[in-house]
Every structure is written in structure tokens, then in C-alpha cells.
């Protein structure tokens, strides 16, 4: 053999060699590690599970505070179930249900929705995230919940907006991270 054979020989192997160990010792050297994430945007928060977890999702989360005793009165809860993104409603025991539960935003018309069910942390609605109420949430400066409390008078909780497109741009970017068929192949 020449010595150009040989130099070719030697690089090939080389090559698969730096391939071979940069393909298995890519979690070792990884920075990221598998560890849940929690990140703020303004009034919203958004946590991660773990990337390992393949039935996880991320969730966006709001509390809704009482202004003067700083309680929370209500939550909201945006996260994918089944491949589409869905948010929960969560407010305490004492509503009418029967009139369901309404979000407003700014001076449209109230969505109204029926309550699913009443569990250990209060009455809970169910509502599909399509991109009309995206804008909506997004959109808006004045939001609220709106129910009926047992004595039949009106609720109305309002919620902020703040930080909703940036928290929702990170969501949309974790769930597409989570679900690639890249991290899957190298996970």
C-alpha cells in the first residue's frame, strides 16, 4: 500500500472512531441534564417535567389572587392532552353551576362553558385552546372570570394578560422540543 491509502485508511477510522464516541458520550457531555423547569414570564409561569418523561407536558399556570387578602380564588391551566392544548378552569365550591362559567375579554362577548366536575380543589371547566382564544388571552388587558356564587349574585375575577404571548411562545417551543423526533433519537 501507498502512503495516500494508508492516510485514507487511518482519517476513515478516525472519523468513525469521533463519530462512535461523540454519539454515545453526547449525554455525558450534555449541559441541560433532565431536570424539571420552571420560567416566569411576567404574570404567567411555565413549568417542564422532566424530558425524560414522555407522557409530560408543559403547563402554563395563572393564579387568581383576591386583591386585598392575596387568596387565590382561581387558576387557570394551559397544557396538551391528546395533542391538543386544553386549559382547566379551577375556581372554589361555592358557584352556581348550572350557569356554567364565562371568560371575558376586553368588551367581547363572554364564552361561556359548562362545568365538567367538582373535585378536591374546587369546580372545574374544561375549554379546547383554539387560535381565536389564544388572541383573545393575548390580546387583551382586561380579562376576567365570570360565575355565579351560591347567593346567585355575578363573580367577576379579573385576570392579567401579561406576559401570556411570551409564556405561550415558550410553551409552544418546550412542547415542540419535547415532541421532535430529533430528541427522541438522541434521548
Given at each position: ?150 347567593d346567585g349574585k355575578p363573580v367577576g375575577l379579573p385576570f392579567s394578560s401579561k406576559g401570556f404571548n411570551d409564556a405561550v411562545a415558550a410553551f409552544d417551543g418546550a412542547e415542540a422540543r419535547r415532541n421532535s423526533w430529533w ?5
Amino acid at each position: 500500500m501507498n502512503s495516500v491509502t494508508m492516510r485514507s485508511i487511518i482519517a476513515a477510522v478516525l472519523l468513525v472512531v469521533g463519530l462512535a464516541g461523540g454519539w454515545f458520550g453526547h449525554k455525558a457531555l450534555s449541559s441541560t441534564g433532565d431536570t424539571p423547569t420552571i420560567a416566569l414570564y411576567q404574570d404567567w409561569r411555565l413549568a417542564c417535567p422532566v424530558a425524560s418523561l414522555k407522557e409530560g407536558s408543559c403547563e402554563m399556570q395563572q393564579d387568581v389572587l383576591d386583591a386585598k387578602t392575596h387568596s387565590e380564588l382561581a387558576r387557570l391551566s394551559i397544557f396538551q392532552l391528546k395533542g391538543d392544548t386544553t386549559m382547566l378552569v379551577t375556581v372554589p365550591y361555592n358557584v352556581l353551576l348550572e350557569p356554567g362559567l364565562a371568560l371575558s375579554f376586553g368588551t367581547a362577548k363572554p364564552l361561556v362553558y359548562q362545568y365538567e366536575t367538582c373535585n378536591g380543589v374546587g369546580c372545574i371547566v374544561r375549554v379546547k385552546v383554539d387560535d381565536a382564544l389564544r388572541a383573545s388571552l393575548g390580546g387583551t388587558a382586561q380579562a376576567r372570570v365570570l360565575f355565579a356564587g351560591l347567593d346567585g349574585k355575578p363573580v367577576g375575577l379579573p385576570f392579567s394578560s401579561k406576559g401570556f404571548n411570551d409564556a405561550v411562545a415558550a410553551f409552544d417551543g418546550a412542547e415542540a422540543r419535547r415532541n421532535s423526533w430529533w430528541r427522541r433519537l438522541w434521548s
